[in-house]
């Protein structure tokens, strides 16, 4: 398979741009004010995604609205990383033939990780003929095309060629929040392991130049932003397919060093390439928020095997202790998957006590789910539906009781914290390890950081006092 990054060119990029031009023209020309919707699912590589679909549609003159009834055009940015997020999507797209037929003008398209499946795009090409058009992430960047060829008339379109992908730098992009900011600092993913569906659909690891991202960064401070969240499936390995000897924490590093009050975050580290400089880095740079997401999966090498996951339980654990030792106070969370294919009990119960080892601030926990195509899909799983829903109710209460304790030792701290909106007359706010924290006062403050002293707990968030 070839497996080249294609990057798109300046005058490719500029072509799309024309043609948004052209959309709010011909819009203009019959008195009409679009409007648009764009529904997204999934993680935040989506959230960004789905700001550049914004971007390009108010480039073409679309007002953006929160619901697609009457909207002229609904895009659907999907998830494709479990069933049942696919069954919502299916369910939502089967409700759309509804406000279709409410207003005819109404364009429906779907994208996202979905779209990278052979089998979905059968299936609407199939079922769901209200469907105006379908493209994969990788050709995101040519949406102005897509809309205006079904506009202007021609029949359904479907962007979804199988290729490693693409980098598209200058597409217009709606940031969702002036505060806190998403920047993808690469796409895609190399590690196929084994149970997961990212790496077909979202093609090869590649990393945006490093003078992009750190012009975008400094754009958006400069522009107040007090946040800003490096994304990739796996950060730790920015950087290798541009083979310029410059990785992740030199990333981070210089990132850190640009002037202004505001906070890095990233996500998701893969433990099979972080290791001690980037825990050094973090340590070192006060701007860096001593948080780290770190997914760990099973805590069964052999479960890790043969989920290829390229670590075992003692490196994952050797991990752990030496970002702790150089960081005191951080803040740790991570992913589990309960019930892969062949799990044993006492392989589940090794999963246990690493969570009681390592005490994580919060997890995400999941049960399998089998991904077509994936190797794990067709491996052995005599497991019972039953005890896969036991097994995770334990993950779950056992974590809540970890999360509970965690966040009781936070009272009578004072914590520097981003005030970062409202919710239910209180403000909101985040500390640096990314808790929540809900408080009194004055709505002006939204956009600072505070001391914070901490007078109250939950499972889920804080109490604090300014
Ligand atoms: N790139 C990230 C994960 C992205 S997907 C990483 O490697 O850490 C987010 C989480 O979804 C994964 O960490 C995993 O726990 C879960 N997940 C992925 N595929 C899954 C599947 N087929 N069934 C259940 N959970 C899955
Ligand atoms: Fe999926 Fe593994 Fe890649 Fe994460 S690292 S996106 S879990 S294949
Ligand atoms: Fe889902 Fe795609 Fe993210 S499958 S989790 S939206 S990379």
Redesign the pocket.
């Known amino acids: 398979m070839d497996t080249k990054t294609t990057v798109i060119s300046e005058a490719a990029l500029q072509q799309q741009l024309q043609i948004c031009d052209h959309i709010h023209a011909w819009w203009l020309t019959q008195n009409i004010t679009p409007t648009a919707y764009v529904e997204t699912y999934g993680?935040q590589q989506n959230e960004a995604d789905s700001e550049k679909l914004r971007g390009y549609l108010i480039q073409c003159g679309y007002g953006i609205v929160k619901e697609a009834e009457g909207a002229d055009v609904v895009i659907m940015n999907t998830c494709a990383?479990?069933e049942h997020a696919e069954q919502r999507v299916f369910g939502n797209l089967g409700a759309l033939t509804h406000t279709k037929r409410r207003h005819s003008r109404q364009k429906i398209f779907l994208c996202g990780c979905m779209a990278g499946e052979t089998k979905v795009s059968d299936r609407i090409k199939k079922s769901y003929p209200h469907v105006d058009g379908v493209f994969s992430t990788h050709h995101l960047w040519q949406f102005p095309e897509i809309l205006w060829k079904i506009l202007s008339g021609s029949k359904r379109q479907f962007y979804i060629a199988d290729e490693p992908g693409s980098i598209a730098e200058g597409i217009p992009q709606q940031r969702d929040s002036s505060l806190k900011s998403w920047v993808s600092i690469m796409y895609g993913?190399n590690?196929f392991?084994t149970?997961?569906?990212?790496p077909y659909v979202r093609g090869r690891e590649r990393s945006r130049k490093k003078e992009d991202i750190l012009a975008e960064c400094r754009c958006l401070i400069e522009n107040g932003s007090k946040e800003i969240t490096l994304l990739g499936?796996?950060v730790n390995s920015y950087g290798k397919d541009l083979a310029l000897g410059y990785d992740f924490s030199d990333l981070l590093a210089e990132i850190a060093q640009i002037p202004g009050d505001f906070l890095i975050r990233f996500m998701?580290?893969?433990p099979r390439d972080a290791g001690r400089k980037l825990f050094d880095t973090m340590a070192s740079f006060p701007k860096i928020a001593k948080q780290l997401h770190l997914?760990f999966?099973s805590g069964s090498s052999r479960v890790l095997k043969a989920m290829n996951r390229h670590y075992d339980r003692e490196k994952y654990l050797e991990l752990v202790r030496y970002a702790k030792s150089v960081m005191p106070d951080l803040v740790l969370t991570s992913?589990?998957?309960v019930g892969f294919p062949g799990e044993t009990e006492e392989e589940f119960e090794e999963t246990v006590s690493l969570i009681q080892e390592v005490h994580y601030d919060s997890l995400?926990t999941?049960?399998?789910?089998?991904?077509t195509g994936?190797p794990?899909a067709s491996m052995d799983d005599p497991t019972s539906k039953e005890e896969k829903n036991r097994r995770f109710d334990r993950l779950c209460n056992l974590q809540n009781a970890i999360s509970e304790e965690i966040h009781r030792n936070y009272v009578g701290k004072c914590l520097r914290c981003l005030i970062d909106g409202t919710d239910d007359g209180l403000l909101t706010a985040r500390t640096e390890g990314g808790r929540l924290v809900r408080l009194p006062g004055d709505k002006s403050l939204v956009g600072t950081f505070q001391n914070i002293t901490i007078t109250g707990s939950t499972t889920w968030s804080l109490t604090g006092q300014l």
Do not use: E, G, K, L
Request: charge should be positive.
């Open positions: 993680c990383i479990r993913c590690n392991c149970y997961c569906i990212v499936q796996n998701t580290s893969h997914p999966q992913d589990v998957i995400f999941f049960i399998f789910s089998p991904r994936t794990a």
